[in-house]
């Protein structure tokens, strides 16, 4: 059914026609040519008109034709942005901006198929159905919307055109193998985020393209892309929309997304849409899935790929010939039945929303009497809603500029200007300044509207220098944090190695750089990729690196092996040995004590004659250490060579690491005794040790080979200097680890742990005190100790010291209380003088044998 257009007096001109003006629709695929036909078609004429769905296609046109025809003959009009010369001729504008009371030749109006969308369609219907050309008028856009044109438009022409180049399906690819060239499109801010951030990871950058982002801000980053400084852009189905750009492969991350009511499943229409950006011009594109994103049906890749799809049955429709006589009688008009089959009346917009709500305001109906104050209303509230925090906050600021314009007549630059100070600042997050851009762009959009504001010139240049100032700023924070320009350039070099030999090398101070790109750095032995160079595929760089690394062993290795001692370090924590802070290898158990093996840490450089080379050096400077920190041992060990009794007795000390216990007594000759004494061996009541080795280095020492022969981790010894440790200390304690703790010099006293040298003078001194008689504990034994007073006696009855507790006065008795008196040891001498005077029993003595009868037959004879 033809549908009668109208022509109030406010459209006269563009939609007055000449009858024989023909009307053409060309339709197709995306990368069809048919927008670059349209612009061709239009300045062939000497005027024309045509609509963009987006305002950053209508700019990016915009700039098209400046170049062809000039600046003074060129305007651009959007809803935020009107830049109209006195002698202008062609006009690219959105579809809603499109000036409907010009009288021009031509009329275009672009994705013509958006009639079918619910939210802007009734907006494109009005154009399909109104807007006309004198000589020429043009729509574009997809083939589905043919069936619905031939029944509303009489005597429409249409001409279909293919695909320049084909599109294929390739299925699942795996985020981190995706080509270069590619478009991961999502469908949320966040998935955006994430799938960005793990591109930057795996490929060193990519682009980030959203509906939210600025104009200028969008073009920066499509700039980013097509300059190849990123070979991956991550977008939401904002790209479907006419940006052509240099894409080989579209990938969706999902297939549903929010359309402002609810959560919905592309069509595979909208699918084919984005996925069209791959390939451009005779180029061939592919398409997949990606990330979580589930197969695509089949169905759904056979229409795709041959461009078949179902037809629209109908658009939406919303009456625009309206009446301003009251808010009552527009709100009538604007919602009137639909004149025709095939088109469906328009779900209530955001226009339509803050309408309904400001009628029932009573200040604003009272504001609102009148065509003239009817139109205002019905203006301010076609204002877009670009910050999106919901309906009321949009309502409450469109009442507040209607309010002042209808009582000021004008917005006043005092009333602006608090309301532009916080959009201006520059500080904050992605998403911070991202809101500031969305809330500038209203104020553009009324700044726009020189009928409303005061000084508008003023405004103009003040909301665009904002909005550019927040969109370069955003556009630096977005490449700050997903482009790795570095690791971009090196990724591209390495994908052309096999062509071209990557120059790589390493610095005298390690840092190993590929094209001039630092990519790690060489610790010890071993290459460790940079944490920021490296975003790129890793095995890539290690790849690359590994010509330059090669190259460098030999030489490293030499300077090692040249390397004086004091740039080699053993950790006696660990076991771990260091050159100049790098660890190169690491203690190991061995047959010996005190000649450990050496592990060499694994590097992927070094063969196997370079490992053996470091093994000796490192083996030779582990016995350079232990024998300079265990001196006195084995300076001890020399002092007593030329003895053969004692030789042997230092040859066990050795074997046990400086401690052992008293051997027999047959080896402790007073002589003996006074040459231990003189080469540092100290002889106590228990043990045998070497009191030197109790210092703290060489405790440590100690520790770790003394752990380290038993594969247990070393033992947590107390602070340096200390000479005891309270037992509560070491809770988790197991028997092994007391018997460590014995071996490498502590004593078990009861509620302390006290090191060897002062249990053994404590017990020697005390048992000389009271060699014969008791006698009283001397003041000071708690100091010596570590002990406190309460501790005391448990601490001596650890140590086997016998004592007797002090007793307190009685109340009859005066003078200083008895003191704790130690008791004499009791001597085996003293025992069977005893048993003298007790009554022998009477026992049958087995025969001698065994190897002590042997002896003392023997002992007889001689």
């Known amino acids: 059914m033809d549908i009668p257009r109208r022509r109030p007096a406010a459209r006269a001109h563009l939609s007055a026609t000449t009858e024989d003006a023909p009307v053409r629709a060309i339709l197709g695929p995306t990368n069809t040519g048919k927008t670059h036909l349209a612009l061709e078609r239009m300045?062939?004429?000497?005027?024309?008109?045509?609509?963009?769905?987006?305002?950053?296609?209508?700019?990016?046109?915009?700039?098209?034709?400046?170049?062809?025809?000039?600046?003074?003959?060129?305007?651009?009009?959007?809803?935020?942005?009107?830049?109209?010369?006195?002698?202008?001729?062609?006009?690219?504008?959105?579809?809603?901006?499109?000036?409907?009371?010009?009288?021009?030749?031509?009329?275009?109006?672009?994705?013509?198929?958006?009639?079918?969308?619910?939210e802007r369609g009734h907006v494109f219907t009005d154009r399909l159905l109104n807007a006309r050309g004198e000589a020429e008028t043009l729509f574009l856009g997809a083939e589905t919307i043919a069936p619905v044109l031939r029944t509303l438009i009489r005597g429409i022409e249409i001409e279909t055109r293919p695909r320049l180049s084909n599109l294929v399906h390739t299925g699942f690819t795996r985020l981190s193998r995706l080509p270069p060239r590619t478009a991961i499109v999502a469908f949320s801010a966040g998935d955006v985020y994430a799938i960005a951030e793990l591109i930057r990871r795996r490929r060193g950058g990519c682009a980030v393209v959203m509906g939210q982002l600025s104009p200028r801000t969008r073009n920066a980053q499509v700039a980013l892309y097509q300059n190849r400084e990123v070979d991956y852009l991550v977008a939401t189905d904002a790209i479907g929309m006419g940006l052509n750009m240099d894409i080989h492969h579209v990938a969706f991350a999902g297939l549903s997304k929010f359309d402002g009511s609810r959560r919905r499943m592309l069509a595979a229409a909208e699918i084919a849409q984005i996925a069209g950006r791959a390939g451009r011009g005779t180029q061939d594109g592919t398409f997949g899935t990606t990330g979580d994103c589930p197969p695509l049906p089949e169905n759904v890749v056979e229409a795709v790929e041959t461009h078949q799809f179902e037809p629209l049955h109908h658009l939406?429709?919303?009456?625009?010939?309206?009446?301003?006589?009251?808010?009552?009688?527009?709100?009538?008009?604007?919602?009137?039945?639909?004149?025709?089959?095939?088109?469906?009346?328009?779900?209530?917009?955001?226009?339509?929303?803050?309408?309904?709500?400001?009628?029932?305001?009573?200040?604003?109906?009272?504001?609102?009497?009148?065509?003239?104050?009817?139109?205002?209303?019905?203006?301010?509230c076609q204002i877009p809603d670009f910050r999106k925090l919901g309906e009321d906050s949009h309502i409450r600021q469109c009442a507040q500029i209607f309010v002042t314009l209808a009582q000021q007549g004008r917005l006043p630059s005092s009333w602006l200007e608090p309301r532009l100070l916080n959009l201006e600042r520059t500080e904050g997050d992605i998403e911070s300044l991202m809101h500031r851009l969305m809330g500038i762009r209203i104020w553009a959009y009324v700044a726009n509207r020189a009928d409303w504001v005061e000084d508008p010139d003023l405004w103009r240049v003040r909301t665009r220098t904002i909005e550019d100032t927040l969109s370069d700023i955003l556009h630096e924070r977005l490449a700050a944090r997903f482009v790795d320009k570095r690791a971009t350039s090196l990724a591209r070099r390495l994908e052309e190695a096999d062509s071209k030999p990557l120059l790589s090398a390493i610095t005298r101070t390690g840092e190993v750089s590929v094209e001039g790109h630092a990519v790690g750095h060489m610790r010890g032995f071993a290459f460790i990729p940079d944490q920021e160079a490296a975003r790129s595929d890793q095995p890539l760089l290690l790849r690359a690196a590994r010509r330059a690394a090669r190259s460098e062993i030999p030489r490293r290795v030499s300077q090692f092996l040249q390397a004086p001692d004091g740039s080699l370090r053993l950790d006696l924590e660990t076991g771990t040995l260091f050159w100049e802070e790098d660890p190169i290898g690491r203690l190991v158990k061995s047959e010996e004590l005190l000649q450990p093996g050496v592990h060499v840490t694994s590097a992927e450089f070094l063969d196997a004659a370079h490992r053996e080379r470091i093994r000796l050096r490192l083996s030779a400077f582990v016995r350079q250490t232990i024998e300079h920190t265990l001196a006195p041992l084995f300076r001890a060990a020399e002092a007593v060579a030329h003895k053969p009794v004692l030789r042997g007795v230092l040859h066990g000390l050795l074997e046990q690491g400086g401690l052992m216990p008293l051997p027999p007594a047959d080896y402790l000759s007073p002589q003996n005794v006074a040459v231990l004494r003189k080469a540092g061996i100290t002889t106590g009541p228990t043990a045998l040790f070497c009191a030197s080795l109790l210092r703290p280095a060489a405790m440590r020492l100690r520790n770790l080979l003394l752990t380290l022969r038993e594969d247990r981790p070393p033992l947590l010894l107390p602070r340096a200097g200390a000479v005891s440790f309270k037992t509560e200390q070491m809770p988790a304690c197991s028997g092994q680890e007391r018997l460590l703790l014995s071996r490498i010099g502590w004593v078990d006293a009861g509620p302390l742990w006290v090191r060897l040298d002062i249990a053994e003078d404590i017990r020697k001194s005390l048992g000389t005190l009271a060699r014969s008689t008791p006698y009283?504990?001397?003041?000071?034994?708690?100091?010596?100790?570590?002990?406190?007073?309460?501790?005391?006696?448990?601490?001596?009855?650890?140590?086997g010291i016998r004592f007797k507790p002090a007793l307190p006065l009685e109340k009859a008795q005066f003078g200083p209380p008895i003191p704790v008196m130690l008791q004499p040891v009791r001597s085996a001498v003293s025992s069977r003088a005893r048993s003298r005077h007790k009554k022998k029993p009477s026992i049958t003595l087995p025969p001698p044998s065994g190897p002590f009868a042997a002896l003392a037959v023997l002992q007889k004879r001689r």
């Open 43 to 118: 300045l062939a004429h000497t005027s024309g008109v045509m609509g963009f769905p987006l305002r950053l296609l209508a700019r990016e046109n915009y700039e098209r034709m400046v170049k062809l025809k000039g600046v003074r003959s060129v305007a651009l009009i959007t809803g935020e942005e009107k830049i109209i010369p006195p002698g202008a001729r062609w006009f690219s504008c959105t579809v809603e901006a499109m000036p409907m009371d010009r009288r021009v030749d031509f009329v275009a109006v672009d994705e013509i198929q958006l009639c079918a969308d619910p």
């Open 316 to 380: 939406y429709w919303r009456n625009s010939t309206l009446d301003y006589t009251s808010p009552t009688a527009l709100h009538a008009s604007l919602c009137q039945r639909v004149p025709a089959p095939g088109l469906w009346g328009a779900e209530p917009a955001s226009d339509l929303l803050v309408l309904n709500a400001l009628m029932r305001d009573p200040t604003i109906q009272s504001l609102s009497k009148g065509a003239d104050r009817t139109r205002l209303l019905w203006e301010v």
């Open 776 to 799: 009283p504990l001397p003041a000071g034994i708690a100091s010596r100790l570590g002990a406190s007073a309460a501790d005391l006696p448990a601490v001596l009855k650890g140590l």
